[in-house]
T-cell receptor, first 110, second 112 residues
Framework: EDQVTQSPEALRLQEGESSSLNCSYT??????LFWYRQDPGKGPEFLFT???AGEEKEKERLKATLTKKESFLHITAPKPEDSATYLC???????????FGKGTRLSVIA | DAGVIQSPRHEVTEMGQEVTLRCKPI?????LFWYRQTMMRGLELLIY????????DSGMPEDRFSAKMPNASFSTLKIQPSEPRDSAVYFC??????????FGPGTRLTVL
């Protein structure tokens, strides 16, 4: 069965304190791995898609990386506005829906 | 583009009542997904459609749940009768030829 596990469940950082969120997955025939950001009371907002091991993508203070078993979302010098839940999802081969992890709740304190 | 549109944004109803949630996907997208989100279980896929045809409804929890997509621009998720354990946030998402799914703002359902 396809599984996505995110850790930690919650993370509290001081402003400027860099860290990483982890997403480990087991899926046969990975087509893509996706990162979303979700703010309270809103729908998930798309951030990145990674397709193959070794790939990296960046957006402002966020950088996503992918290996054959896991992905990391690195947050460099975070700001309070980066506080949100970050969701990881995988898609296997074929026109299939995403399988989501339960997310990491990030709080950045000024 | 207005993005995925869902209505209502909030719904409070009493146990046993029928609830209908609505979704308008992004124009040109050919896949539509209904998810339910709770603190305990996270985001769960309920059903998805490709080109208006239901492909997999194995995530629909019970026969009380049904979904339709009569055309490319509209879908409904119906719960009849509703129960308190159905209280959750329900999201609709759509996808085009690219891999990314785009989510609507969700409907927060409370069943008393």
């Amino acid at each position: 069965e396809d599984q996505v596990t995110q850790s930690p469940e919650a993370l509290r950082l001081q402003e400027g304190e860099s860290s990483s969120l982890n997403c480990s997955y087991t899926v046969s025939g990975l087509r893509g791995l996706f990162w979303y950001r979700q703010d309270p009371g809103k729908g998930p907002e798309f951030l990145f898609t990674l397709y193959s091991a070794g790939e990296e993508k960046e957006k402002e203070r966020l950088k996503a990386t992918l290996t054959k078993k896991e992905s990391f979302l690195h947050i460099t010098a975070p700001k309070p506005e980066d506080s949100a839940t970050y969701l990881c999802a995988v898609q296997k081969s074929g026109n299939t829906p995403l399988v989501f992890g339960k997310g990491t709740r990030l709080s950045v304190i000024a | 583009d207005a993005g995925v549109i869902q209505s209502p944004r909030h719904e409070v109803t009493e146990m046993g009542q029928e609830v209908t949630l609505r979704c308008k996907p992004i124009s040109g997208h050919n896949s539509l997904f209904w998810y339910r989100q709770t603190m305990m279980r996270g985001l769960e896929l309920l059903i998805y459609f490709n080109n208006n045809v239901p492909i997999d409804d194995s995530g629909m929890p019970e026969d009380r749940f049904s979904a339709k997509m009569p055309n490319a621009s509209f879908s409904t998720l119906k719960i009849q009768p509703s129960e308190p354990r159905d209280s959750a946030v329900y999201f609709c998402a759509s996808r085009g030829d690219a891999f990314e799914q785009f989510f609507g703002p969700g409907t927060r359902l409370t069943v008393l």
